[in-house]
Protein backbone atom coordinates (compact mmCIF):
# COMPACT_ATOMS: atom_id res chain seq x y z
CA UNK A 1 0.00 0.00 0.00
CA UNK A 2 1.13 3.39 -0.93
CA UNK A 3 1.74 5.95 1.74
CA UNK A 4 -0.71 8.01 -0.03
CA UNK A 5 -3.17 5.12 0.53
CA UNK A 6 -1.90 4.45 3.69
CA UNK A 7 -2.60 8.51 5.32
CA UNK A 8 -5.77 8.13 3.60
CA UNK A 9 -6.86 4.64 5.47
CA UNK A 10 -6.05 6.76 8.71
CA UNK A 11 -7.78 9.70 8.12
CA UNK A 12 -10.54 7.38 7.24
CA UNK A 13 -10.50 5.77 10.59
CA UNK A 14 -9.89 8.64 12.48
CA UNK A 15 -13.12 10.28 11.44
CA UNK A 16 -15.10 6.98 12.03
CA UNK A 17 -13.40 7.26 15.55
CA UNK A 18 -14.81 10.64 15.98
CA UNK A 19 -18.52 9.61 14.84
CA UNK A 20 -18.60 6.98 17.19
CA UNK A 21 -17.39 8.74 20.18
CA UNK A 22 -20.30 11.48 18.85
CA UNK A 23 -22.98 8.59 18.86
CA UNK A 24 -21.99 7.03 21.97
CA UNK A 25 -21.74 10.10 23.83
CA UNK A 26 -25.48 11.00 22.36
CA UNK A 27 -26.82 7.48 23.02
CA UNK A 28 -25.17 7.32 26.51
CA UNK A 29 -26.96 10.62 27.64
CA UNK A 30 -30.46 9.73 25.63
CA UNK A 31 -30.15 6.56 27.47
CA UNK A 32 -29.35 8.17 31.06
CA UNK A 33 -31.88 10.34 30.49
CA UNK A 34 -34.48 8.40 29.51
CA UNK A 35 -34.27 4.59 29.59
CA UNK A 36 -35.57 3.48 32.82
CA UNK A 37 -33.06 1.44 33.53
CA UNK A 38 -29.71 2.44 32.49
CA UNK A 39 -26.69 1.29 33.82
CA UNK A 40 -26.96 -2.08 31.70
CA UNK A 41 -27.58 -0.65 28.41
CA UNK A 42 -24.86 2.24 28.87
CA UNK A 43 -22.79 -0.49 29.59
CA UNK A 44 -23.80 -2.62 26.54
CA UNK A 45 -23.41 0.75 24.67
CA UNK A 46 -20.08 1.72 25.62
CA UNK A 47 -18.76 -2.05 25.36
CA UNK A 48 -19.96 -1.97 21.67
CA UNK A 49 -19.08 0.86 20.93
CA UNK A 50 -15.38 0.03 21.92
CA UNK A 51 -14.96 -2.93 21.10
CA UNK A 52 -16.20 -1.95 17.24
CA UNK A 53 -13.34 0.74 17.35
CA UNK A 54 -10.48 -1.62 18.51
CA UNK A 55 -11.87 -3.77 15.91
CA UNK A 56 -11.88 -1.17 13.14
CA UNK A 57 -8.07 0.08 14.14
CA UNK A 58 -6.71 -3.34 14.30
CA UNK A 59 -8.01 -4.84 10.71
CA UNK A 60 -7.38 -1.64 8.87
CA UNK A 61 -5.68 -1.32 6.95
CA UNK A 62 -6.88 -2.68 4.33
CA UNK A 63 -10.38 -0.97 5.45
CA UNK A 64 -11.98 -3.70 3.73
CA UNK A 65 -11.02 -5.43 6.48
CA UNK A 66 -13.26 -3.18 9.03
CA UNK A 67 -16.50 -4.76 7.42
CA UNK A 68 -17.20 -7.12 10.82
CA UNK A 69 -16.23 -3.45 13.37
CA UNK A 70 -18.49 -1.71 11.13
CA UNK A 71 -21.44 -4.58 11.10
CA UNK A 72 -21.39 -4.88 15.28
CA UNK A 73 -21.35 -0.77 15.20
CA UNK A 74 -24.21 -0.90 12.89
CA UNK A 75 -26.25 -3.54 14.65
CA UNK A 76 -25.37 -1.39 18.25
CA UNK A 77 -26.46 1.99 16.52
CA UNK A 78 -28.86 0.57 14.30
CA UNK A 79 -31.04 -0.82 18.22
CA UNK A 80 -30.08 2.17 20.07
CA UNK A 81 -32.13 4.95 17.39
CA UNK A 82 -34.69 2.20 17.36
CA UNK A 83 -35.24 2.89 20.60
CA UNK A 84 -34.96 6.29 20.34
CA UNK A 85 -37.61 6.74 18.03
CA UNK A 86 -39.63 4.81 20.14
CA UNK A 87 -39.55 7.45 23.00
CA UNK A 88 -42.42 9.59 21.90
CA UNK A 89 -44.26 12.51 24.04
CA UNK A 90 -47.60 12.06 25.89
CA UNK A 91 -50.33 14.21 27.03
CA UNK A 92 -51.00 11.89 30.26
CA UNK A 93 -48.45 12.36 32.88
CA UNK A 94 -48.83 13.80 36.29
CA UNK A 95 -47.95 17.32 35.58
CA UNK A 96 -46.93 20.29 37.90
CA UNK A 97 -50.58 22.32 38.95
CA UNK A 98 -49.17 25.07 37.08
CA UNK A 99 -48.86 23.00 33.66
CA UNK A 100 -51.88 20.64 34.76
CA UNK A 101 -54.36 22.40 31.72
CA UNK A 102 -53.32 23.74 28.67
CA UNK A 103 -55.53 26.26 26.68
CA UNK A 104 -57.75 25.79 23.89
CA UNK A 105 -59.42 28.92 21.47
CA UNK A 106 -62.29 28.65 19.50
CA UNK A 107 -63.30 31.81 17.20
CA UNK A 108 -66.65 32.92 16.13
CA UNK A 109 -66.23 35.59 13.64
CA UNK A 110 -64.35 38.54 15.76
CA UNK A 111 -65.39 36.39 18.71
CA UNK A 112 -62.00 35.21 20.04
CA UNK A 113 -62.10 32.40 23.35
CA UNK A 114 -60.06 30.88 25.11
CA UNK A 115 -60.31 28.79 27.60
CA UNK A 116 -57.66 27.54 30.65
CA UNK A 117 -56.13 30.72 31.09
CA UNK A 118 -54.02 30.89 33.88
CA UNK A 119 -54.48 33.29 36.69
CA UNK A 120 -52.88 31.80 40.08
CA UNK A 121 -52.00 34.20 42.84
CA UNK A 122 -48.10 33.03 43.85
CA UNK A 123 -46.74 33.87 47.45
CA UNK A 124 -43.60 33.43 48.76
CA UNK A 125 -43.29 29.89 50.93
CA UNK A 126 -39.47 31.20 51.67
CA UNK A 127 -36.37 33.77 50.90
CA UNK A 128 -36.96 33.19 46.90
CA UNK A 129 -34.12 32.71 44.40
CA UNK A 130 -33.98 34.26 41.29
CA UNK A 131 -34.75 31.68 38.94
CA UNK A 132 -36.29 29.01 41.62
CA UNK A 133 -39.06 26.99 41.55
CA UNK A 134 -41.10 25.34 44.33
CA UNK A 135 -40.16 28.30 46.56
CA UNK A 136 -43.61 29.71 45.91
CA UNK A 137 -47.12 28.94 47.16
CA UNK A 138 -50.06 29.29 44.31
CA UNK A 139 -53.43 29.86 44.89
CA UNK A 140 -55.22 28.15 41.29
CA UNK A 141 -57.29 29.93 38.95
CA UNK A 142 -58.47 28.73 35.40
CA UNK A 143 -60.76 30.88 33.53
CA UNK A 144 -62.15 31.24 30.18
CA UNK A 145 -62.02 34.34 28.40
CA UNK A 146 -63.26 36.05 25.09
CA UNK A 147 -61.56 38.58 23.44
CA UNK A 148 -62.91 41.10 20.47
CA UNK A 149 -60.28 40.62 17.91
CA UNK A 150 -60.94 43.97 15.96
CA UNK A 151 -59.50 45.16 19.46
CA UNK A 152 -56.05 44.03 19.11
CA UNK A 153 -54.43 46.66 20.21
CA UNK A 154 -50.21 45.46 19.75
CA UNK A 155 -47.58 43.19 21.15
CA UNK A 156 -45.45 43.26 24.25
CA UNK A 157 -42.38 41.29 24.96
CA UNK A 158 -41.51 40.74 28.13
CA UNK A 159 -38.02 39.06 29.02
CA UNK A 160 -37.23 37.76 31.88
CA UNK A 161 -33.64 37.43 33.17
CA UNK A 162 -33.20 34.28 36.20
CA UNK A 163 -29.23 33.62 35.39
CA UNK A 164 -26.93 36.47 33.85
CA UNK A 165 -27.74 38.79 30.71
CA UNK A 166 -27.44 35.68 27.90
CA UNK A 167 -30.16 33.66 29.69
CA UNK A 168 -33.63 35.08 29.77
CA UNK A 169 -37.19 33.16 29.35
CA UNK A 170 -39.02 34.73 26.59
CA UNK A 171 -42.88 35.98 27.14
CA UNK A 172 -45.08 37.01 24.20
CA UNK A 173 -48.27 39.07 25.08
CA UNK A 174 -51.30 40.18 23.25
CA UNK A 175 -52.52 44.25 24.20
CA UNK A 176 -56.11 44.67 23.52
CA UNK A 177 -57.94 48.39 24.06
CA UNK A 178 -60.82 47.12 26.07
CA UNK A 179 -59.16 44.12 28.09
CA UNK A 180 -56.02 42.93 30.17
CA UNK A 181 -53.33 41.52 28.28
CA UNK A 182 -53.01 37.82 27.35
CA UNK A 183 -49.32 36.59 27.92
CA UNK A 184 -48.15 33.07 26.13
CA UNK A 185 -45.19 30.71 27.75
CA UNK A 186 -43.31 28.66 26.13
CA UNK A 187 -41.98 26.34 28.44
CA UNK A 188 -41.34 22.40 29.53
CA UNK A 189 -44.41 21.00 30.78
CA UNK A 190 -43.21 19.47 34.11
CA UNK A 191 -44.42 17.05 36.01
CA UNK A 192 -44.54 16.92 39.25
CA UNK A 193 -41.28 17.04 41.16
CA UNK A 194 -39.28 17.54 38.07
CA UNK A 195 -36.88 19.86 37.95
CA UNK A 196 -35.35 21.87 34.64
CA UNK A 197 -32.19 20.89 32.81
CA UNK A 198 -30.70 22.51 29.84
CA UNK A 199 -28.65 19.39 29.52
CA UNK A 200 -31.51 17.29 30.08
CA UNK A 201 -33.83 19.44 27.91
CA UNK A 202 -31.61 18.01 24.72
CA UNK A 203 -33.01 14.28 25.34
CA UNK A 204 -36.41 14.44 25.06
CA UNK A 205 -36.56 14.83 29.10
CA UNK A 206 -39.95 17.43 28.55
CA UNK A 207 -43.04 17.57 26.64
CA UNK A 208 -43.51 21.06 25.12
CA UNK A 209 -46.06 23.40 26.98
CA UNK A 210 -47.90 27.11 25.88
CA UNK A 211 -49.30 28.54 28.64
CA UNK A 212 -51.60 31.41 28.53
CA UNK A 213 -51.92 33.40 31.15
CA UNK A 214 -52.78 36.70 33.09
CA UNK A 215 -49.80 39.24 33.33
CA UNK A 216 -50.59 39.07 37.08
CA UNK A 217 -49.97 35.86 37.47
CA UNK A 218 -46.88 34.90 34.95
CA UNK A 219 -44.95 37.95 35.01
CA UNK A 220 -45.79 39.00 38.61
CA UNK A 221 -44.32 35.31 39.64
CA UNK A 222 -41.04 36.14 38.16
CA UNK A 223 -40.96 40.01 39.34
CA UNK A 224 -41.82 39.55 43.04
CA UNK A 225 -41.34 35.72 44.18
CA UNK A 226 -38.40 34.71 42.24
CA UNK A 227 -37.28 37.85 42.05
CA UNK A 228 -36.16 38.00 38.26
CA UNK A 229 -34.52 40.97 36.27
CA UNK A 230 -37.89 41.55 33.72
CA UNK A 231 -37.61 43.77 30.75
CA UNK A 232 -41.02 44.94 28.88
CA UNK A 233 -40.32 45.96 25.25
CA UNK A 234 -43.17 47.51 23.39
CA UNK A 235 -43.17 45.74 19.45
CA UNK A 236 -43.68 48.44 16.59
CA UNK A 237 -46.05 46.01 15.07
CA UNK A 238 -49.68 47.13 13.21
CA UNK A 239 -53.05 46.00 14.37
CA UNK A 240 -53.63 43.79 11.92
CA UNK A 241 -49.48 41.94 12.44
CA UNK A 242 -50.83 41.98 15.79
CA UNK A 243 -54.17 39.87 15.40
CA UNK A 244 -52.57 37.72 12.82
CA UNK A 245 -49.59 36.98 15.87
CA UNK A 246 -52.38 36.31 17.99
CA UNK A 247 -54.44 33.59 15.59
CA UNK A 248 -50.68 31.63 14.80
CA UNK A 249 -50.55 31.14 18.81
CA UNK A 250 -54.15 29.86 18.12
CA UNK A 251 -53.41 27.66 15.73
CA UNK A 252 -50.17 26.31 17.53
CA UNK A 253 -52.14 25.79 20.47
CA UNK A 254 -54.58 23.21 18.40
CA UNK A 255 -51.17 21.55 17.01
CA UNK A 256 -49.84 21.15 20.29
CA UNK A 257 -53.26 20.02 21.96
CA UNK A 258 -53.60 17.02 18.76
CA UNK A 259 -49.74 16.18 18.74
CA UNK A 260 -47.76 16.41 21.94
CA UNK A 261 -44.22 17.61 21.16
CA UNK A 262 -40.96 17.34 23.12
CA UNK A 263 -39.51 20.48 24.57
CA UNK A 264 -35.67 21.13 22.78
CA UNK A 265 -33.35 23.26 24.98
CA UNK A 266 -31.91 24.47 21.57
CA UNK A 267 -34.48 23.68 18.34
CA UNK A 268 -37.71 23.91 20.38
CA UNK A 269 -37.95 26.72 23.70
CA UNK A 270 -39.63 29.81 24.74
CA UNK A 271 -37.47 32.04 21.87
CA UNK A 272 -37.37 29.91 19.09
CA UNK A 273 -40.98 28.69 18.65
CA UNK A 274 -41.65 32.36 19.05
CA UNK A 275 -39.62 32.98 16.04
CA UNK A 276 -40.69 30.46 14.42
CA UNK A 277 -44.64 31.88 14.68
CA UNK A 278 -43.26 35.21 13.84
CA UNK A 279 -41.90 34.02 10.68
CA UNK A 280 -45.33 32.56 9.75
CA UNK A 281 -46.05 36.98 9.47
CA UNK A 282 -42.39 37.77 8.61
CA UNK A 283 -41.09 35.75 6.34
CA UNK A 284 -38.06 37.81 5.58
CA UNK A 285 -36.66 37.63 9.18
CA UNK A 286 -33.83 36.09 8.95
CA UNK A 287 -32.38 33.32 11.62
CA UNK A 288 -29.55 34.65 13.74
CA UNK A 289 -27.65 33.81 16.70
CA UNK A 290 -29.34 35.78 19.37
CA UNK A 291 -32.82 33.88 18.92
CA UNK A 292 -30.61 30.68 20.43
CA UNK A 293 -29.26 33.19 23.17
CA UNK A 294 -32.75 35.02 24.17
CA UNK A 295 -31.07 37.70 27.14
CA UNK A 296 -29.50 39.11 23.34
CA UNK A 297 -32.39 38.84 21.35
CA UNK A 298 -33.37 42.77 22.47
CA UNK A 299 -30.76 43.18 20.42
CA UNK A 300 -31.93 41.43 17.29
CA UNK A 301 -35.18 43.31 17.54
CA UNK A 302 -33.82 46.72 17.53
CA UNK A 303 -31.24 45.57 15.28
CA UNK A 304 -34.00 44.77 12.95
CA UNK A 305 -36.52 47.82 13.83
CA UNK A 306 -38.82 46.05 15.82
CA UNK A 307 -38.44 48.30 18.96
CA UNK A 308 -38.61 51.04 17.07
CA UNK A 309 -35.24 53.40 16.49
CA UNK A 310 -36.32 56.74 18.66
CA UNK A 311 -34.15 55.87 21.41
CA UNK A 312 -30.28 54.48 21.63
CA UNK A 313 -30.21 50.67 22.77
CA UNK A 314 -28.70 50.73 25.88
CA UNK A 315 -31.37 53.92 27.01
CA UNK A 316 -34.23 51.15 25.98
CA UNK A 317 -33.03 48.67 27.77
CA UNK A 318 -32.60 51.07 30.90
CA UNK A 319 -36.22 51.78 30.22
CA UNK A 320 -37.50 48.27 29.96
CA UNK A 321 -36.35 47.22 33.52
CA UNK A 322 -39.77 47.03 35.93
CA UNK A 323 -38.87 44.50 38.23
CA UNK A 324 -38.72 47.38 41.03
CA UNK A 325 -42.17 48.84 39.30
CA UNK A 326 -43.59 45.61 39.57
CA UNK A 327 -42.61 45.34 43.30
CA UNK A 328 -43.44 48.73 44.48
CA UNK A 329 -47.29 48.25 43.50
CA UNK A 330 -49.46 48.28 45.95
CA UNK A 331 -51.71 45.07 46.41
CA UNK A 332 -55.02 44.96 44.47
CA UNK A 333 -53.48 47.44 42.21
CA UNK A 334 -53.56 46.90 38.28
CA UNK A 335 -49.94 45.46 37.10
CA UNK A 336 -50.28 45.38 33.45
CA UNK A 337 -50.98 49.22 33.78
CA UNK A 338 -48.72 49.89 36.36
CA UNK A 339 -45.46 47.98 34.88
CA UNK A 340 -46.59 50.22 31.35
CA UNK A 341 -47.28 53.38 33.50
CA UNK A 342 -43.75 54.60 31.90
CA UNK A 343 -43.15 52.72 29.06
Not at 52 to 72: H, K, S
Request: aromatic residues 12%; glycine residues 6%; proline residues 6%.
Amino acid sequence: MSRAARVLTRLVLLVLTLVILGLTVFGGLAIWFRAAWPLPFLLLLGTAALAGTVMLWRMAPPLNAAWPALGLLAVTFGAFFLWWGSVVPRADRIWAAPLARLPSTSIDGDRFTIHNVRNFRWRAAANPVPGSSGEEIAEERWETRTYDLSKVSGVDLFFSYWTGPLIAHLLVSITFDDAAPLTFSIEIRREEGEAYSPLAGLFKQYELAIIAADERDIVQLRTNIWREDVRLYRLTVSREKARALLLAYAAELGALAATPRWYDTLGANCSTVAFRLARQLWPDLKPDWRILVAGRAPDYAYEIGALGTDVPLEELKSRAAISQIARALPEGADFSAGVRRKK
